[in-house]
């Protein structure tokens, strides 16, 4: 078996709180690291590090786990620039402009959607991120729902069906009947392509009980939870997903205090989505709140064409930092190991013995520079599964 030395790491983040600091990133220095196959077989110093058939020099630089981007909207066809501008001018943000891209995407081919699925990924990968989860949403018939978890299930097995996004407009009359077609024929055709069920629970979407339906139906045929919560206002979102024991709740910018407790004593993961209050010129959500509170938070980039159209993790931890009062450490636990968390993955978003080999080699001598350094283009290579894909 081919093994590759992974040698001159400066500053080794394994979010394994067992090795190096004794802190949750785990940090090492000067260290190692073997990779055979597509997996970390070995983790240590640099001058114990064993022989290999291969060689690779990170040059004294900082190596951190692949971003695990738990949250993305990657199936749409077209582009909002022009709701961006007069929201920048103004305008709120409205769940309504989902169906702008629902018409764009549903006149779109599945190689035009394929391809743009690939361009999206590849920009990720190029900015560190080695697993991403996509949604659908933009489709909302049975035939666009489904085409949109195969296309998305080429590129990733965290498929997530939302078909509850919003209301179909040749539903807009009767919702009720929508529901039943989500939870039906819709769900019927796209489970076999989706690990999970989500559904948009705010005003303007699902309310509580049409959103609970839905992801009864959803666990029903075997996916499991999670749910958009608590983004546009206060609401019954995070209630629902812990009360569903959803994997994680998503956006959670309006909170009470029984939202964060609920969220801590169900174990259901926070997934902040800072690119998106950027977005929309938003407040953040409190994340020293939920920190305090003992829930786990991860962080993700929501990328889609409305509401935040960044695919990049270094920007979210860079506003995470700024805007939400997390420190660096923080932030890259939830970039990596609390996206992991968030899809109940435990091979990724962590560089210990055993793990996936998904990492990044950062041109900084330490990963604090990801937040210092905003903007900066800081990946100088990326491995996904034990092999070279940037660099
Ligand atoms: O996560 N909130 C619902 N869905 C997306 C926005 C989709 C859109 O505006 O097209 C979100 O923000
Ligand atoms: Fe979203």
Request: aromatic letters at 6%; one cysteine or more.
């Amino acid at each position: 078996m081919t093994a590759t030395l992974v040698g001159g790491i400066g500053e080794l983040v394994t979010n394994d709180p067992t090795l190096g600091d004794g802190s949750p990133l785990g940090l090492l220095r000067d260290t190692a690291l073997v990779v055979e196959r597509d997996r970390v077989a070995w983790v240590g110093p640099a001058r114990a590090a064993p022989a290999a058939d291969l060689q690779f020099d990170a040059g004294d630089r900082a190596v951190i786990p692949g971003f695990v981007d738990s949250h993305s909207h990657l199936v749409f066809a077209g582009d909002r620039a022009e709701e961006f501008a007069a929201r920048m001018a103004g305008q709120p943000y409205e769940a309504g402009g989902i169906r702008t891209t629902v018409a764009a995407t549903r006149a779109a081919t599945d190689e035009q959607l394929t391809a743009q699925v690939a361009r999206h990924v590849d920009e990720m990968r190029r900015q560190g991120t080695t697993t991403v989860e996509i949604k659908s949403g933009y489709g909302l018939t049975v035939v666009d729902e489904a085409r949109a978890l195969a296309v998305a299930h080429q590129f990733t097995e965290e498929t997530t069906y939302l078909g509850a996004h919003v209301v179909a407009p040749e539903y807009a009359d009767d919702p009720a009947a929508y529901v039943e077609l989500v939870c039906g024929p819709m769900l019927e055709a796209s489970a076999p392509y989706a690990r999970w069920v989500d559904v948009f629970c705010e005003r303007g979407a699902f309310d509580v009980d049409q959103a609970r339906t839905v992801l009864q139906a959803g666990k029903a045929k075997g996916l499991i939870p999670r749910v958009h919560a608590n983004q546009l206002g206060p609401g019954p979102g995070v209630q629902l997903a812990s009360e569903m024991g959803a994997a994680s709740a998503d956006h959670c910018t309006f909170l009470d205090d029984a939202d964060v407790t609920a969220l801590a004593d169900a174990g259901v993961v926070a997934t902040l989505l800072p690119a998106v209050e950027f977005s929309t010129r938003s407040p953040y959500p409190d994340a020293r709140r939920l920190l305090a509170a003992g829930a786990t938070v991860a962080l993700a980039t929501d990328c889609n064409p409305g509401s935040g159209y960044s695919s990049s993790m270094p920007l979210c931890i860079a506003l995470a930092v700024r805007e939400m009062r997390m420190t660096p450490a923080e932030a890259l636990w939830s970039a990596t190991a609390g996206g992991a968390a968030a899809l109940r993955r435990a091979d990724i978003g962590r560089l210990s013995v055993g793990s996936r080999a998904d990492f990044v080699v950062l041109d900084a001598p330490s990963y604090l520079h990801l937040a210092y350094r905003p903007g900066v283009p800081l990946v100088t290579a990326v491995w996904q599964a034990g092999r070279p894909a940037i660099g």
